[in-house]
């Protein structure tokens, strides 16, 4: 092969689409290619040229829908679909009968593959297919796949892929809620177990530890004779045997608790784990980061657990953990430290005047956070809160909270979203007036301030105070439809990006930016979407993916839009997330900005992909809204 056409191989072997077929083919290539040099202002696709793939050697060129609006900007490796047909790439084709006009804005060097050869590999060759006769959807999916595997190599991955019930050591040890104390500490002992689960007509009741012994039994001097029931847990928190180690992991540290029972789906008792089980088999990061701020003696100790996030982060990212596990597990740590420094303030402070809620709110109300966060949290009072009488014990005591979270890395909210602010501690009946304004009266910084607090999440307390706030609010904002056209109208405030062009960041004609804010353009506006119909239909869920579950399965969104945004929700949160771990092994501090020109070809790809979905969704609801202003 001359070296002009090795050369040309080699280039094409760095386009995605092309990356993976056989090296045969890609030798081959060069000889089926059509060489075209198009100077500035030349028309493209060129009048004497046939149909087929285009791919950008170097120049430029720009896409436009036929309002004149851009679409995309090309540049080195991207690829233009001229075709009769509509097997193209959605993310490089149009989206309606329109035929979108492109210009070469820059003197260009072009390859064109015919139409004839493209359908032929795209017959031969199912791993190019992939890529131009998939939707968007699906190639999300295998992104996320993907994704996942790049840690699969990681020792710890087990921890991911092994099955709660592979590390069942044994059969469940059991027995009778009415059996004696002292029975129940006898069948314990000569088991050898800290735990036994009691069953009445086969259906699991209760728990006994050694601790409920300890401190039920012992501490309180409580008869041995007694019945096990008169001690036993009976809240109990299960976990199917086929939910994976991580997931087990995640109940732990979220509930703070040492045992699970084991329960199929049918009801069925399959057996007990424990977190010794889990760090027998893995050491369980989140566990002891959970356990060290359950214990701290105080804001020293919280803080060096907050310290530990981005070593979390990054571990869970090595073991390839997905999106939605990876954020629970993050946000287990700060709603433990959260609780923990509520405790270390009324033992400061002594026990407070009136029954209180601590609230978070944002993306760790959510259960969405990565380890670059800020605070944002309110409080929630009992209705015999008096500001003159009770005011400054509670100013003392989210200042020493969010003092402690700011100490953990937790920074302040620049905007003033926290406890301390006056106006974010308020009794029940205070709460709901202030959600009653901004519902019947939304002006542009009510609607703002909506969007943290539609979000809240009780971390300490009681929670029958926020259960109490919604059971006025939600059927208020679902009556309301100027709030929600309002609510629209913030959720579609962000434009998506067009795509990426050379370094650059391409969101319109007018802006382009060095870096991709992966929470601006990307999380924000997926989770105001998600907020969005979780507030028109009066849905409890607040985890952005779902929310958009829960509104597919109510009927206000399909079950393919659904699933799209939350793929793309996914794809975003996890670049973010590796983002950040490589910024904790190069030392650097945290941030939300990738540079385009870390990313391989391939996720750009996959980018284009989540800004389309999203952007299609935004161009729904703008006419569904009936919200002005467009691309």
């Known amino acids: 092969m001359a070296a002009e056409l090795w050369e040309i191989r080699d280039f094409i072997a760095e386009v995605p689409a092309f990356a993976k077929l056989p090296v045969s083919v890609l030798e081959g290539l060069p000889r089926r290619l059509?060489?075209?040099?198009?100077?500035?202002?030349?028309?493209?696709?060129?009048?004497?040229?046939?149909?087929?793939?285009?791919?950008?050697?170097?120049?430029?060129?720009?896409?436009?829908?036929?309002?004149?609006?851009?679409?995309?900007?090309?540049?080195?490796?991207?690829?233009?679909?001229?075709?009769?047909?509509?097997?193209?790439?959605?993310?490089?084709?149009?989206?309606?009968?329109?035929?979108?006009?492109?210009?070469?804005?820059?003197?260009?060097?072009?390859?064109?593959?015919?139409?004839?050869?493209?359908?032929?590999?795209?017959?031969?060759?199912?791993?190019?297919?992939?890529?131009?006769?998939?939707?968007?959807?699906?190639?999300?999916?295998?992104?996320?796949?993907?994704?996942?595997?790049?840690?699969?190599?990681?020792?710890?991955?087990?921890?991911?892929?092994?099955?709660?019930?592979?590390?069942?050591?044994?059969?469940?040890?059991?027995?009778?809620?009415?059996?004696?104390?002292?029975?129940?500490?006898?069948?314990?002992?000569?088991?050898?177990?800290?735990?036994?689960?009691?069953?009445?007509?086969?259906?699991?009741?209760?728990?006994?530890?050694?601790?409920?012994?300890?401190?039920r039994v012992i501490a309180t001097g409580v008869p041995v004779d007694s019945p096990l029931r008169s001690i036993m847990t009976e809240a109990l928190i299960t976990v199917p045997p086929t939910s994976s180690a991580f997931e087990a992991s995640l109940l732990f540290s979220r509930h703070n608790v040492h045992h699970l029972p084991v329960v199929a789906e049918d009801g069925a008792l399959v057996g007990i784990l424990s977190t010794s089980d889990l760090l027998r088999h893995q050491g369980s990061h989140s566990i002891h980061l959970v356990r060290d701020a359950m214990?701290?003696?105080?804001l020293e100790a919280i803080a060096r657990v907050g310290s530990r996030l981005p070593d979390l982060e990054a571990q869970l990212v090595a073991i390839g953990a997905d999106a939605e596990p990876l954020g629970e597990a993050m946000v287990t740590v700060t709603d433990a430290m959260t609780r923990r420094l509520t405790e270390l303030a009324e033992q400061a402070l002594g026990p407070a005047p009136v029954a209180w809620a601590w609230a978070a709110l944002g993306s760790q109300g959510r259960r969405e956070q990565t380890a670059f966060t800020d605070q944002d949290n309110a409080l929630i009072l009992d209705e015999a809160f008096d500001p003159a009488s009770h005011g400054e014990w509670f100013e003392r005591f989210a200042r020493f909270v969010t003092e402690g979270l700011a100490a953990a890395g937790l920074e302040p909210c620049p905007g003033g979203t926290m406890?301390?602010?006056?106006?974010?501690?308020?009794?029940v009946a205070g709460w709901v007036r202030t959600f009653r304004d901004w519902i019947e009266q939304p002006e542009p910084h009510s609607v703002m301030l909506t969007t943290n607090f539609?979000?809240?999440?009780?971390?300490?307390?009681?929670?029958?105070?926020?259960?109490?706030?919604?059971?006025?609010?939600?059927?208020?904002?679902?009556?309301?439809?100027?709030?929600?056209?309002?609510?629209?109208?913030?959720?579609?405030?962000?434009?998506?990006?067009?795509?990426?062009?050379?370094?650059?960041?391409?969101?319109?004609?007018?802006?382009?930016?060095?870096?991709?804010?992966?929470?601006?353009?990307?999380?924000?506006?997926?989770?105001?979407?998600?907020?969005?119909?979780?507030?028109?239909?009066?849905?409890?869920?607040?985890?952005?993916?779902?929310?958009?579950?829960?509104?597919?399965?109510?009927?206000?969104?399909?079950a393919p839009a659904?699933?799209?945004?939350?793929?793309?929700?996914?794809?975003?949160?996890?670049?973010?997330?590796?983002?950040?771990?490589?910024?904790?092994?190069?030392?650097?501090?945290?941030?939300?900005?990738?540079?385009?020109?870390r990313l391989s070809?391939?996720?750009?790809?996959?980018?284009?992909?989540?800004?389309?979905?999203?952007?299609?969704?935004?161009?729904?609801l703008r006419a569904h809204f009936d919200v002005s202003g467009t691309r």
């Open 34 to 215: 059509t060489v075209r040099y198009l100077r500035r202002g030349y028309p493209f696709p060129p009048p004497d040229a046939e149909r087929g793939l285009w791919i950008v050697r170097s120049g430029a060129l720009t896409v436009r829908e036929a309002d004149g609006s851009l679409r995309e900007k090309l540049a080195e490796t991207d690829l233009y679909l001229d075709a009769p047909h509509a097997a193209e790439p959605e993310s490089l084709a149009k989206d309606s009968a329109e035929t979108p006009s492109v210009a070469v804005v820059e003197d260009s060097l072009l390859y064109q593959l015919p139409l004839p050869a493209f359908e032929e590999l795209l017959e031969d060759h199912p791993v190019f297919a992939w890529r131009f006769e998939r939707s968007r959807r699906e190639r999300l999916e295998r992104a996320l796949k993907e994704l996942g595997q790049a840690g699969q190599g990681s020792r710890s991955a087990a921890l991911i892929s092994a099955s709660v019930d592979s590390l069942l050591r044994r059969a469940p040890v059991t027995a009778s809620p009415d059996t004696s104390i002292g029975e129940g500490a006898r069948i314990m002992t000569e088991a050898q177990v800290s735990a036994l689960l009691l069953l009445e007509d086969g259906r699991l009741l209760g728990l006994v530890t050694d601790r409920d012994l300890r401190r």
């Open 295 to 298: 214990a701290a003696p105080d």
């Open 419 to 427: 406890a301390t602010t006056p106006d974010w501690r308020q009794s």
């Open 454 to 558: 539609f979000d809240m999440r009780v971390v300490a307390g009681r929670d029958s105070l926020l259960d109490a706030l919604w059971d006025t609010v939600r059927p208020l904002a679902v009556s309301n439809t100027i709030f929600q056209r309002r609510l629209a109208d913030n959720a579609l405030a962000i434009r998506m990006p067009l795509g990426f062009f050379r370094r650059l960041v391409v969101v319109d004609d007018e802006q382009h930016d060095d870096r991709l804010d992966l929470k601006r353009y990307g999380l924000m506006p997926i989770a105001d979407l998600a907020r969005l119909h979780a507030v028109s239909l009066g849905l409890a869920e607040l985890h952005t993916v779902r929310r958009l579950q829960a509104a597919s399965a109510a009927g206000d969104l399909s």
């Open 562 to 597: 659904a699933a799209g945004l939350a793929d793309a929700w996914r794809l975003f949160y996890v670049l973010r997330a590796r983002h950040q771990a490589a910024q904790v092994r190069r030392g650097e501090p945290l941030d939300n900005r990738l540079d385009p020109e």
């Open 601 to 620: 070809g391939l996720e750009r790809d996959h980018l284009r992909d989540a800004f389309r979905v999203v952007d299609d969704h935004q161009r729904w």
